[in-house]
């Protein structure tokens, strides 16, 4: 079946690493390219810049760049793989784009920013952002930034909310039509989104925090505030966002469909979607690509889930939170 998945890291191992190639179509470095996602049928991949500790440039033995020039470097890779093949795949801005790039027998890629630190307090640069493209943004990664406090196991830092800055901002994305991210946000930052927004956010890669006790994931609470407001958390792929056990290495499909039963008991089948993390994530992994997804789909079917359940976790979710929060 059709799938949107709503965070993957693949473009900086294309702009960081590949340095031959530059190639999104086929590609030996990355979890996700193109070739695999025509595959898989998949409908559509939101693409993230990550923004980089400055550490990682050096590891890599990568010039330094600034946020700026890595934002946009990010942008320029993905379009320009984009238009290079354009017979199978197109940019998407909005939730109707997706629909009738599919229905044009293309799949769409759809450009975000996981960390908001280089919007640096200005509303300028938001707007800069989305006129670049730039379609949702993971308000913190795990710093302190304009926005306000991350995630962190550190119960103050954890409680600690969005700065006056960040509120009027987080009401100005909505405003733009940027899709609000609290995956990295800190547990204050995410009810004080919650009691801001008028549109749906997102949660784009993060799980519940009953069953995979990682400080990213999210409480039952929280959940069920994201469904109150229509929005919805994708599934997150990696070994640490799934199980019990943090130091457990494996994913497996079938521990995937356990915890989207969990969410859909807690939050509706409304409020779960996909959110891979792909080239974010490590361990034993059995689905360790996006040409793999037919195993969650059985995964799922094999936990009662219907073909309508599949759909909404699939695409209809995000599609339809798109709509009302995309623009
Ligand atoms: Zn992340």
């Given at each position: 079946m059709q799938h949107i998945d709503m965070h993957c890291d693949s473009i900086e191992q294309i702009v960081l690493f590949d340095h031959d190639q530059k190639d999104l179509y086929h590609s030996s470095l990355t979890m996700v390219d193109f070739e695999r996602m025509k595959k898989q049928g998949q409908m559509a991949q939101f693409f993230a810049a990550w923004l980089l500790p400055q550490r990682i440039f050096e590891y890599h033995k990568v010039p330094l760049m600034t946020d700026h020039v890595y934002v946009q470097q990010c942008h320029d890779e993905l379009v320009r793989n984009v238009e290079k093949h354009s017979d199978i795949i197109a940019m998407a801005y909005t939730g109707e784009d997706i629909e009738n790039n599919w229905k044009a027998g293309r799949m769409s890629a759809v450009f975000t920013v996981e960390?908001?630190?280089?919007?640096?307090?200005?509303l300028e640069r938001l707007k800069e952002y989305h006129d670049m493209g730039v379609r949702a943004l993971s308000l913190t990664w795990n710093s302190y930034n304009c926005f306000g406090a991350p995630n962190s196991k550190d119960p103050i830092l954890m409680h600690d909310g969005l700065t006056e800055w960040g509120k009027t901002a987080v009401r100005y994305m909505q405003e733009l039509g940027i899709l609000v991210d609290v995956s990295h946000l800190s547990e204050g930052g995410f009810w004080d989104v919650y009691n801001l927004v008028d549109k749906p956010f997102v949660a784009t890669h993060s799980n519940a925090r009953a069953i995979a006790p990682h400080q990213r994931n999210l409480s039952d609470d929280q959940l069920r505030a994201l469904a109150a407001k229509g929005g919805c958390a994708g599934i997150n792929f990696g070994p640490d966002f799934l199980n019990a056990d943090p130091t457990d290495p494996n994913q497996t499909a079938e521990r995937m469909a356990e915890m989207a039963q969990y969410m859909v008991n807690v939050a509706g089948i409304d409020t779960v979607a996909i959110g891979s993390d792909f080239d974010g994530i490590h361990g034993n992994l059995e689905i360790d690509s996006c040409d793999k997804m037919g195993l969650l789909e059985e995964a799922l079917r094999k936990k009662g889930f219907s073909d309508d359940d599949i759909e909404k976790i699939f695409y209809k979710n995000v599609l339809r939170v798109m709509k009302a929060a995309v623009k």
């Open positions: 960390d908001g630190r280089d919007i640096d307090g200005k």
